[in-house]
């Protein structure tokens, strides 16, 4: 029963990071880049809509409703002035720049705020739960957090094939220069998406204030969790995202019931043993293995 | 203009460059003599920023392979050497064999880490440094964030030991700049610059990818890991958080972005760049880190060939030839145009 506990917290745990690697997926799979200032990014969100709600005394989920706009401009502003050109220099230079950036993010957080921790005030939402059964118990926030995932990545596939904007970043995320061909302007199309992006993040920020405590040089730690989300999910599909956080989650949750620190080393492990499988997969189509089987008795 | 073409590697102001450095090099080989305890110790620390450079240049400039986690190596090398020492082998020995072990190490590791591409490599990287920090933290003799330390080396009298620190340290840093030079002048650096320029033309025309990038990704990581040890002999506590820290790889980054990407003597200049950056404002905390990050993103947005390589570009020098150039014979004088090193 506790190991069924620890799975079923560990499914909740991957719903936040989920939510963590929504931006991050889908910033990689529009614009090819990976984002190393996704974690620092998603930490000033989280000082953001703190700031709102501690200063201004409003709910924090007003304050999120404020600060999802801004960190939209973020994005497109990021975009615009680093991304772009980036691009432009060859497909290290983005992730020379993003390094750079987080850790100007990181350290500029350090000097506004100073290295206490924070947690964003949500009243009883952060300990409420229900009683499945006298073990088992369910977090109210951390059913919202899964449910926010579910939702947000369920309303991008959606945005993606359904709107017209969708369209236009899927045929610019394809081939930006034939989608200009036939009318699209691919860099309103990419700074649209980055600006999207962003906001996904600003809505993890909130959720990671919510959870847990942070400081200014949490990023990193989140950054590697959402890459190791999106990995195990596979790279570019968001849904597989989903699955990602979750395997992720319950790796760590079970990690952490062998040893102390078995919850990192277990997620770790885990990140390694799906790219080794997906190597050794790769170029062997189980098709071919299946009529090879077929084949030998005759 | 008759086709007379000559192929010169060495001119006048490379001659001159090897020269120096070879005088400064011989110089510096005293240097303990005459520079006094904090300066010996300064170049120790200057010694170990250049090997750094050089090798996450080699990585990322010639290999086309951003790391975020070569701290995992620069720990590991310090954690080797500590290993090493607790087992009974002497202290300097054990400095010097830690680094060929994580290169050794490196070598099967390399195997799966080159089929990550771009991004992927870069945080799998970092992921594999989380790890291998996680994993230093289970040992026993490390105690976690308690750490440990080489004990050992205290059996050397503290000015004894500042000197050999520094003449390791010395050796250590001309050997691996040494064995990158003839790297690239040799056969093998003409492909490794051919897939800096463009991997897929490379595969097509028959270099070994995957064989070059490995030599460089083991290269790099026995060098972390070099300058690792050589770090713990200088500060002698081992905590796994410092060592294991992503820091290393933003001062690398730093270092070889502002010297020059891609380019021999960049990293160098790089290095000497940030040690004097980190004399003055090193104190000052936040606001350092900040202009460090802030240089990375500018120097990659808008001098992607850093100083070096811009300088290069514009007059054509190059110190330490590691590539070719060639004159053409013209009717009135002669005219030179010179290969990318």
């Known amino acids: 029963m506790m190991w069924f506990d620890q799975i079923l917290q560990g499914v909740f745990l991957g719903g936040y990071y989920a939510l963590l690697a929504c931006g991050l997926s889908f910033m990689f799979g529009v614009l090819r880049i990976v984002n190393l200032a996704h974690g620092s990014i998603a930490v000033l969100a989280a000082y953001l809509v703190w700031s709102l709600a501690e200063q201004t005394h409003i709910s924090p989920f007003i304050a999120l409703a404020i600060a999802l706009p801004i960190m939209a401009i973020a994005g497109w502003l990021l975009q615009r002035t680093i991304l772009e050109r980036s691009l432009r220099s060859g497909s290290l230079t983005p992730l020379l720049s993003t390094f750079g950036l987080a850790v100007v993010i990181d350290n500029s957080l350090f000097q506004k705020f100073g290295a206490d921790t924070h947690s964003l005030d949500i009243g009883d939402l952060a300990y409420n739960s229900w009683n499945l059964t006298p073990d088992i118990t369910i977090g109210q926030l951390a059913l919202l957090t899964l449910v926010v995932a579910v939702a947000l990545l369920g309303g991008l596939q959606l945005f993606l094939s359904r709107t017209p904007l969708g369209r236009a970043i899927r045929a610019t995320a394809e081939d930006a220069d034939t989608a200009e061909l036939v009318g699209i302007d691919s860099r309103a199309v990419y700074a649209a998406a980055a600006a999207i992006a962003v906001a996904t993040?600003?809505?993890?920020?909130?959720?990671?204030?919510?959870?847990?405590?942070?400081?200014?040089?949490?990023?990193?730690?989140?950054?590697?969790?959402?890459?190791?989300?999106?990995?195990?999910?596979?790279?570019?599909?968001?849904?597989?995202?989903?699955?990602?956080?979750?395997?992720?989650?319950?790796?760590?949750?079970?990690?952490?019931?062998?040893?102390?620190?078995?919850?990192?080393?277990?997620?770790?492990?885990?990140?390694?043993?799906?790219?080794?499988?997906?190597?050794?997969?790769?170029?062997?189509?189980?098709?071919?293995?299946?009529?090879?089987?077929?084949?030998?008795?005759? | 203009m008759t086709g007379a073409i000559t192929v010169r590697r060495w001119t006048t102001s490379s001659i001159v460059a090897m020269a120096t450095l070879g005088v400064l090099l011989i110089l510096l080989a005293f240097g303990p003599t005459f520079l006094g305890p904090s300066l010996t110790d300064r170049m120790t620390t200057l010694f170990i920023y250049i090997i750094l450079a050089a090798m996450w240049n080699a990585l990322a400039g010639y290999g086309g392979l951003v790391s975020v986690g070569q701290q995992a190596f620069f720990g590991l090398g310090a954690y080797a050497a500590i290993k090493l020492s607790h087992a009974g082998i002497e202290v300097y020995v054990a400095l010097f064999l830690a680094p060929l072990l994580i290169g050794a190490l490196s070598l099967p590791l390399s195997t799966f880490a080159l089929r990550l591409r771009g991004g992927e490599f870069a945080i799998g990287m970092w992921v594999f440094a989380e790890l291998m920090h996680l994993l230093v933290n289970l040992d026993g003799l490390v105690q976690g964030e308690t750490g440990t330390s080489l004990i050992a080396i205290n059996d050397f009298a503290v000015d004894a030991r500042r000197d050999y620190n520094y003449w390791l340290a010395l050796a250590v840093m001309t050997a691996l700049v040494a064995a990158v030079f003839f790297l690239l002048r040799s056969r093998t650096g003409a492909a490794i610059q051919s897939i800096r320029d463009n991997e897929e033309a490379a595969a097509s025309i028959g270099v070994k990818v995957m064989a070059t990038k490995r030599l460089i990704f083991v290269l790099a990581a026995t060098g972390c890991a070099a300058a690792g040890a050589l770090t713990l002999s200088t500060l002698i506590s081992f905590q796994p958080k410092t060592y294991f820290s992503v820091q290393w790889t933003a001062y690398m980054i730093f270092m070889t972005l502002v010297g020059g990407l891609g380019t021999f003597e960049g990293p160098i200049i790089g290095a000497i760049i940030f040690f004097i950056v980190e004399t003055i404002f090193g104190g000052s905390g936040v606001w350092y880190l900040i202009g460090l990050g802030a240089s990375a993103l500018i120097f990659s947005l808008f001098f992607p060939r850093g100083i070096w390589g811009t300088l290069t570009d514009r007059f054509g020098i190059a110190l330490m030839p590691v590539g070719y150039r060639l004159t053409f014979a013209k009717d009135s004088g002669t005219a030179e145009a010179t290969t990318a090193a």
């Open chain 1, 201 to 298: 993040v600003g809505i993890a920020g909130t959720f990671l204030a919510m959870r847990a405590t942070f400081d200014p040089y949490t990023g990193a730690t989140q950054l590697i969790f959402a890459f190791e989300a999106v990995v195990i999910g596979g790279t570019g599909s968001l849904w597989g995202t989903l699955i990602g956080g979750i395997v992720l989650g319950v790796a760590q949750n079970i990690g952490s019931q062998i040893n102390p620190q078995g919850f990192l080393i277990a997620g770790h492990a885990v990140f390694f043993i799906v790219l080794a499988a997906r190597f050794f997969l790769a170029g062997r189509d189980p098709r071919t293995l299946f009529r090879a089987l077929r084949r030998a008795p005759a």
